[in-house]
């Protein structure tokens, strides 16, 4: 029944995005960059795809920061007319996507201000998608308490931030702490969320968030290894919408290193062959490689269904997918480093 | 339209290529279509051309910027510059740019510091007011506002100014304590200690003015000062800023704004942005460290801004002065860039076109093959036949401007591969031609459509469209965009609708010409008709009579009609007629819409025989278009016939009105056969058993029998069409197949030498012979494709043409409501609110005369005739299969570019 009304209101922008993703590079794109010589190839052969004139006002030397600013800015305006054209609950749904940019945005200043950068230094560094209003001025706050009352209450994040008040200052564990604490929040919210939308929608979706969490739960606790963070404090930041939940989290929460993790990981097929594949040895692909192989592959999936609103999320990380692999090419092609040219990861 | 082969010396390539260029009659081909756009020959070329186009459009957007007119390309347009220019060009353009940017960059300076000064004496300006509001406390009540009306509405601590001091110090007071514990319970400095102590201390009547007003007062020592910063912000930041502001300073400030009411222009954007200047009034070093920081997060801009109101007079003195040498410096600077680009506007289309030009050239060669020497470029390429001359000439042209000496080599070239089709075209008939290209490319060499369509598609849209009116109306448009046509064209109207419109210029003109032709044919003219040469009819009737009755007859047979016809179309007695008008007009319509639609297949069948004929298809000839033709005449031809003899046999006799006599009434109307029913029962086989008495069963004499025949050889036409072809295709290919080994043969009795060859020869000949046999199973399956296309499709496509009936009628009832709906209204209200009444009538009936009548009904007769050609008339010959000869033309280049740009 969802279906058949969805059309009213999301239509035309599921058509819109459907049409954006053809413009994805297809392998044959991706085999044609690798072979460029120059970032004025790179530049030349991506007019000949749907980026069309987005380098043309560019003066001659390119350098790779150019190209990511481009890159980005093209995906931003694409995603700004989406946005400004969606209705509720579209319009919701895809702030939702850009809060996960409001938080690395404030974790990147507090950062900043706290190794004593200038602001408008940092400024231009964050993601346009996540900018609000008081962004700039939140190197005010001194502890995460300030932080709250001052700057994000007016936030959309704020009813994330409610868990990470009792922190007492500012270092960097801590921020890392409130980044993971407001990321676990931002996903249980997306997830319900969605959930609650229902439909395709929360099928596609939930798997997606589930595959996320996972992801984060996983990541967060190989990088814990080695640092002063408790067990119970690291299994406060796992997110608990994923697969893994609860049992495996439960599992991840006693593990003390990667060969556990990896037992853990043993016992879900999907992330059981993430395991398998990954390596540290030169050649093997990263395990986070790995992971972008996989959040690829149920992007991609998203698009096989109609009448939801999957396709948005999953069009924006493909498209940022794609950003990182113009961008790692173009860096290798920079740097006359071609051996790892080939690390990209293909999208179709 | 033939491959020729070209071999360019290496220095001519570029000359030559930018005279074919300006000929616009060459299409090459690409040849290396397996190498990247990056790895081609001329590809730095190329990327430096795209970098003066860059350059072209940054001086483009700053000459938009400043507004100053481009020459438009005075005559003719510029030729390609020699390669050796385009270094000239770069440095030129390189030149400009750099200056410009200079310039902008010393301007964008300038206007920051203007734009500092001109805040900083807003700031000065407005300021003054708040101070002097705060000194006169009889207007503080009502004007000051404090900040963050949450605080009202959170704490209840109302920290009102004016009569209520009192306890506005105390709450003051308050927040500054509950500040303080905050602080210390934060372990922070104890700074804010001096400031408490001195709130506390003090008499309160005493301070009161300085921590609400941040006033100076010369007894009172400065460590008892509140502090202020003076700044200037973005309009619409405030509310955040205030909001921000109260909620990181516990509500610990008073912030005070006013609008700057002059926009002011943004140095980096030159957008023109609105701000307003804020005043914030705090103590303590704490607290402005906060709103210095939440101040640089909002992007407000401070000012120092004296406390004393004489510094500030003074400052506001040297302000002024220095806004005035800069304005001169800035005019200076703006006239700079000014004369820069407006000498660059003078030129700039004229190097748009130079460089694309370049851009070209270069995209064209890097078409071409090198050969081995390196020496001399190789094109493959299509040209028009008949165009080989100047062709040739514009070759030898290219090589001695570039100074060559070996001349290039125009080669033709065999080939099996089917040529783009070329059709020459003028304004006039393009416009037809685009019309049967929007269905399909014709097949090279195919009969084109186009010459035919110019007149009946204008007929057929007039059939449907009958009407003088109407019709005058659309041919008047036409005409107007005919005759403007060049200022229209040198406008470049961007609008779409418009610009269909007016490419369709030619059409629209002939399609109302053809219409008021219709229209006088049908008598129609806004739904009325004229009496131009007077009526043949008369009523003999007399007037109590007509008083009387409604409905009266008049008799052709009778004195009624005066026994010679109206000279010229439908008589306008017809108007009249308010009971059979519509049923003699429809009787009328159907068998004109029938004839003309049976001429006009019969029209595109024929056309496939030169077709036919062209592409030496004999066999079609034969079991395709004489069958297909035979099949048409004799069913629907006849039925064409038929109508005629029924014109013509049946009718009133003068004179004879009520006659008995059987003659007379054989001929007579009520005779008269249904020429439907009569065609039915042909196909049928039957005779109508329900004749009415006294009438034959037949129209003439051996009708039943000739019927007959028709219909049975119509008939033995769909096998002949049906299996025809691949009879005599499979009858080849066995004959081809028998030859074959015959001729072998005897070479294979020669010795082991030809039995090598005989054993070549099998292998390849199999496959071939299992094509060929997978081709007749096709051959059959298109065959009987069309063979039903074109039997049910002579039924379908007869029953279409009814749709020239149909909208006619469609359109002369609309157009007869509107009229009787609307106008006759107007028409009859009386005196002179009558006149007002008509005026407000008329207005409505035009409007809908013309959305309604003329452009909607014009757009669905229009689309009905482009059916009526597409399908109808097309089907029968057109395959449409081809693709388009498209030139290397720097006419269509450069249109291109500037229709891209806008």
Known sequence: MKGCIFNIDGGYLEGLCRGFKCGILKQSDYLNLVQCETLEDLKLHLQGTDYGTFLANEPSPLAVSTIDDKLREKLVIEFQHLRNHSVEPLSTFLDFITYSYMIDNIILLITGTLHQRPISELIPKCHPLGSFEQMEAIHVAATPAELYNAVLVDTPLAPFFVDCISEQDLDEMNIEIIRNTLYKAYLEAFYEFCKQIGGTTADVMCEILAFEADRRAIIITINSFGTELSKDDRAKLYPRCGKLNPDGLAALARADDYEQVKAVAEYYAEYSALFEGAGSNVGDKTLEDKFFEHEVSLNVHAFLQQFHFGVFYSYLKLKEQECRNIVWISECVAQKHRAKIDNYIPIF | ?902
Not at chain 2, 8 to 33: H, I, K, T, W
Not at chain 2, 89 to 100: D, S, V
Not at chain 2, 874 to 895: H, M, T
Request: with cysteine.
């Open chain 2, 1 to 902: 339209m033939t491959l020729c082969q070209l071999f360019l010396q290496s220095e001519a390539a570029y000359a030559c290529v930018s005279e074919l260029g300006e000929l616009g009659l060459v299409q090459f081909r690409d040849l290396n279509p397996d190498v990247n756009a990056f790895q081609r020959k001329f590809v730095n070329e190329v990327r430096r051309c795209d970098e003066m186009e860059r350059k072209l459009r940054y001086l483009e957007k700053e000459i938009k910027r400043d507004g100053i007119p481009m020459l438009e390309i005075p005559g003719e347009c510029p030729e390609a510059p020699q390669p050796r220019e385009m270094i000239d060009l770069e440095a030129t353009f390189e030149k400009l740019e750099n200056e410009l940017r200079e310039v902008n960059q010393n301007a964008e300076a300038l206007k920051r510091n203007y734009l500092e000064l001109t805040e900083l004496k807003h700031i000065l300006r407005k300021t003054q007011v708040f101070f002097d509001e705060m000194a006169d406390p009889s207007r503080e009540e009502e004007q000051v506002t404090l900040l963050g009306e949450e605080g009202l509405m959170a704490g209840g601590q109302a920290l009102k100014l004016g009569s209520p001091y009192r306890h506005a110090y105390r709450s003051a007071v308050m927040f500054a304590c509950n500040y303080e514990l905050s602080i210390h319970h934060e372990g922070g400095a104890n700074t804010t200690e001096s400031m408490t102590r001195a709130l506390i201390s003090d008499d309160p009547n005493k301070h009161m003015g300085h921590v609400q007003l941040g006033f100076r007062d010369k007894q009172e020592s400065l460590e008892f000062l509140p502090c202020f910063v003076a700044g200037v912000i973005l309009r619409e930041r405030i509310p955040a800023f205030e909001r921000m502001l109260w909620r990181a300073c516990r509500g610990n400030v008073f912030l005070r704004q006013a609008e700057i009411d002059s926009p002011l222009e943004d140095p980096s954007s030159s957008d023109q942005v609105y701000k307003s200047v804020f005043i914030i009034f705090f103590q303590g070093d704490q607290l402005k460290t906060r709103v210095k920081k939440i101040c640089e997060g909002f992007r407000a801009t401070l000012y120092p801004c004296p406390e004393a109101p004489a510094d500030r007079r003074e400052m506001a003195m040297g302000v002024m002065t220095r806004i005035e040498d800069l304005n001169t410096v800035l005019g200076q600077t703006q006239d700079h860039r000014h004369r820069v680009l407006v000498a660059a506007a003078k030129n700039i289309k004229n190097w748009f076109v130079k460089v694309r030009k370049i851009k070209a050239i270069y995209h064209t060669l890097n078409l071409f093959n090198l050969d081995v020497t390196q020496k001399c470029l190789i094109a493959e390429c299509w040209v028009p036949a008949l165009d080989m001359e100047t062709i040739q000439l514009a070759l030898r042209r290219g090589t001695e401007r570039s100074g060559s000496s070996v001349p290039p080599i125009l080669n033709r070239m065999e080939t099996a591969e089917e040529p783009p089709t070329y059709n020459r075209n003028n304004k006039f008939t393009s416009a037809f031609q685009h019309l049967i290209y929007a269905y399909g490319v014709a097949t090279y060499r195919e009969v084109n459509p186009a010459p035919y369509t110019i007149i009946t598609f204008p007929f057929l849209f007039a059939v449907m469209f009958g009407d003088l009116g109407h019709g005058a109306l659309i041919a008047i448009f036409g005409f107007w965009m005919c005759y403007k046509e060049k200022p229209l064209q040198a406008k470049k109207i961007d609008s779409e609708i418009w610009n269909i419109f007016f490419g369709g210029r030619y059409i629209i003109l002939l399609m109302g010409l053809f219409s008021m032709y219709t229209g006088l044919i049908y008598n129609d003219i806004f739904s009325k008709s004229l009496n131009i040469f007077g009526s043949s009819w008369r009523s003999n009737y007399r007037n109590d009579t007509l008083a009387d009755n409604k409905l009266l007859q008049l008799n052709p047979d009778s004195e009624d009609y005066l026994q010679y016809p109206y000279p010229f179309g439908i008589d306008p007695v017809w108007q009249l007629a308010e009971s059979n008008k519509i049923i003699f007009m429809n009787a009328y319509k159907m068998k004109i819409s029938i004839i003309i639609g049976v001429f006009h297949m019969l029209f595109g069948v024929c056309m496939s025989l030169w077709n036919h004929i062209y592409f030496k298809r004999r066999i079609s000839i034969y079991v395709e278009f004489i069958p297909q033709i035979v099949f048409l005449t004799l069913l629907f031809f006849y039925m064409v016939l038929l109508m005629f003899i029924k014109w013509t046999s049946y009718g009133p006799t003068p004179g004879k009105l009520g006659s008995d006599d059987p003659d007379v009434i054989r001929t007579s109307a009520y005779c008269a056969p249904s020429i439907l029913i009569t065609f039915i029962n042909m196909m049928l086989f039957k005779t109508d058993p329900n004749t009415r008495p006294q009438c034959d069963d037949v129209m003439y004499a051996g009708q039943m029998g000739l019927q007959k025949m028709f219909v049975v050889v119509a008939l033995l036409c769909v096998p002949i069409m049906l299996f025809g072809k691949p009879y005599f295709i499979m009858r080849e290919q066995k004959q081809q197949a028998r030859s074959q080994p015959l001729g072998a043969g005897p070479e294979g009795a020669e010795g082991a030498q030809a039995e090598n060859g005989a054993a070549a020869g099998a292998p390849a000949e199999a496959p071939h012979g299992a094509h060929s046999h997978e081709e007749i199973s096709e051959v059959f399956i298109h065959q009987a494709i069309h063979t039903i296309e074109y039997v049910l499709g002579s039924v379908s496509h007869t029953a279409s043409y009814l749709r020239l009936w149909a909208l006619s009628l469609a359109h002369a009832q609309l157009a007869e409501v509107a009229w009787n709906m609307l106008l006759r209204k107007g028409l009859m209200s009386m005196g002179f609110q009558g006149g007002i009444f008509l005026y407000v009538v008329f207005a409505g009936w035009a409007a809908i005369s013309v959305s309604i009548l003329v452009l909607m009904e014009g757009l669905s007769a229009f689309l009905h005739t482009l059916r009526l050609h597409w399908v109808e008339f097309q089907s029968k010959f057109y395959a449409g299969e081809g693709y388009l000869f498209q030139p290397f033309s720097f006419e269509v280049i450069l249109d291109s570019a500037g229709q891209a740009e806008e």
